[in-house]
C-alpha cells in the first residue's frame, strides 16, 4: 500500500470526523421536530400540571398552569388551591416557553440536557438539565404530569 493512499484515506476519514454543527446535533434536531408538532397542533388554550425539579420553594408540588390565547392566565398549587407565589411565577411558563428553556441549555452548552416528549402534541413531559455537575444545587427538570388542550 502506497503512503499516498494511507495519507488520502486518512484525511477522507478525517473529515467526516469534526465536531456536530448545531442541525447536525440529534438533541437540537428533535427539540426543532417536536416544537414543530406542537406548533402544527395550534393548540393556543390549555391546562397542565407541571412538578418542577429544582432548589426552589415548589420544587416536588404539582402546579396547574392555565393558558389562555397563548398566555399565562394562572398558576395554581394543585395540593392547596392556593396561587404560586409571586416570587416563583416565571418558573411556570407557556409551552414554547418550555421550549426555549431546552434551546437555552443547548445554546449554552449544558453538560447533562435529558429530554422526553409527548407522543400526541410534542411538548417537553419530561426535562432535566444541568450545565455544570461540579456545581450543586443549579440542576433543574420539570415533569408535565398532565395536559388538556383547550377550545
Avoid at 66 to 95: L, Q
Wanted: overall charge negative.
Amino acid at each position: 500500500m502506497s503512503r499516498r493512499f494511507v495519507l488520502m484515506s486518512l484525511a477522507v476519514l478525517s473529515a467526516g470526523c469534526g465536531s456536530l454543527g448545531p442541525s447536525d446535533d440529534p438533541g437540537r434536531r428533535q427539540l426543532a421536530d417536536q416544537r414543530q408538532q406542537w406548533a402544527t397542533a395550534g393548540i393556543a388554550t390549555y391546562e397542565y400540571v407541571v412538578r418542577n425539579t429544582c432548589f426552589c420553594t415548589l420544587s416536588g408540588q404539582d402546579v396547574r398552569v392555565t393558558v389562555v390565547s397563548g398566555v399565562v392566565t394562572a398558576r395554581t398549587v394543585v395540593e392547596t388551591g392556593e396561587p404560586v407565589p409571586a416570587a416563583s411565577t416565571s418558573s411556570y411558563r407557556t409551552i414554547p416557553a418550555l421550549f426555549d428553556v431546552i434551546q437555552d441549555a443547548f445554546d449554552r452548552d449544558a453538560a447533562d440536557v435529558q429530554v422526553q416528549y409527548d407522543f400526541d402534541y410534542g411538548f417537553p413531559a419530561f426535562v432535566y438539565i444541568d450545565y455544570d455537575p461540579g456545581k450543586a444545587d443549579e440542576h433543574f427538570g420539570w415533569t408535565v404530569v398532565s395536559f388538556t388542550p383547550g377550545t
